[in-house]
């Protein structure tokens, strides 16, 4: 029997139904940082705002990352639907924390692809992954300085004014 | 037309000259390319199952399948439907595109 379905598709399709879970997984940190960049505009964290629809831009580059290796791979990437956005946070703190907690999650879940991948001997999929390992080493670093830098800055007087002004130094 | 898999109501086949897929449901067969074929695969994951066995959220206990952008149409019932997700696992392993393995029975 020919092998057409290997000739028509690169990778397994466990791989597939893995990244299909990241792309909507990149599409929800993408949503989630433009809630973020509505959450500081609406209480004057104006550099902040435009720090979070950076973000929210580069996540979605990421989801369309993913998405178009599947399409490269002869798989079937799905378009996600995205669903439970939190719009209310208590602090700028809060945003900031909530945004490590998030980028933690989504290098958990690539970690975890990467685990999978090499156990399947899906070199093609743990090979794309590579990019994302180190960007994410990235990302947890980006907001792990700004935390450290409210820290330093304190709430307190103008420190709220501080923060959002030196954020622009996180800002390409 | 070579047999893929076969489960208790339907036939998984290659047609290795036509590079593509054929799926016999009974009272018809369906001609799939393997993008058809994932599209399947992808409808079949996303059927809770287990809400057929929940009155207030599946009261009638079918699914209705849309195949091939919508050129075919069916209406399955629950164990049809589990029927066809083990037809679809199993060929996706025979075809060779799974990490699964096969069992040896």
Redesign the interface.
């Known amino acids: ?6 000739q ?2 690169s ?7 893995l990244l299909n879970g990241q792309i909507k997984m990149e599409a929800h940190a993408s949503a989630t940082y433009l809630a973020m960049a509505s959450w500081c505009e609406q209480n004057g964290f104006f550099t902040s705002a435009k720090f979070f629809f950076k973000q929210a831009e580069e996540e979605r580059e990421h989801m369309m990352k993913i998405f178009n290796f599947l399409v490269d791979t ?3 990437p ?1 378009s996600p639907e995205v669903t439970d956005i939190n719009h209310d946070y208590s602090s700028i703190v809060d945003v900031f924390e909530s945004t490590l907690e998030h980028e933690v999650k989504v290098t958990q879940s690539i970690h975890n692809i990467v685990k999978k991948a090499r ?4 070199i093609a999929t743990e090979r794309f992954l590579d990019w994302f390992v180190m960007e994410q080493v990235e990302e947890e670093n980006t907001i792990r300085d700004i935390l450290d830098m409210i820290e330093v800055t304190g709430t307190e007087g103008v420190g709220l004014q501080m923060i959002d002004n030196q954020v622009a130094n996180w800002i390409d | 037309m ?1 047999v ?1 898999f076969q489960s208790t109501y339907y036939t998984l086949y ?1 047609a ?1 000259n036509e ?3 054929y799926i016999d449901f009974g009272q018809k067969t369906v001609r799939m390319s ?2 058809q074929l ?2 399947l ?2 409808k079949l ?1 996303s059927i809770a199952i287990e809400n057929h066995f929940d009155s207030d959220l599946n009261s009638h206990g079918f699914e209705v399948l849309m195949l091939c952008n919508k050129e075919h149409l069916f209406v399955l019932n629950t164990l049809e439907i589990l029927d066809l997700k083990k037809l679809v696992d199993h060929g ?1 392993m025979e ?6 393995t096969v069992a040896i029975v």
Do not use: P, Y
Not at chain 1, 1 to 6: G, H, Y
Not at chain 1, 119 to 122: A, R, S
């Open positions: 029997m020919k092998d057409i379905a290997r028509s598709m990778i397994k399709v466990e791989s597939m139904d002869g798989g079937n799905i156990e399947m001997g899906d | 070579n893929v290659q290795n590079r593509c897929f393997l993008c994932l599209s695969r992808h994951m996706f075809i060779g595109i799974s990490a699964k």
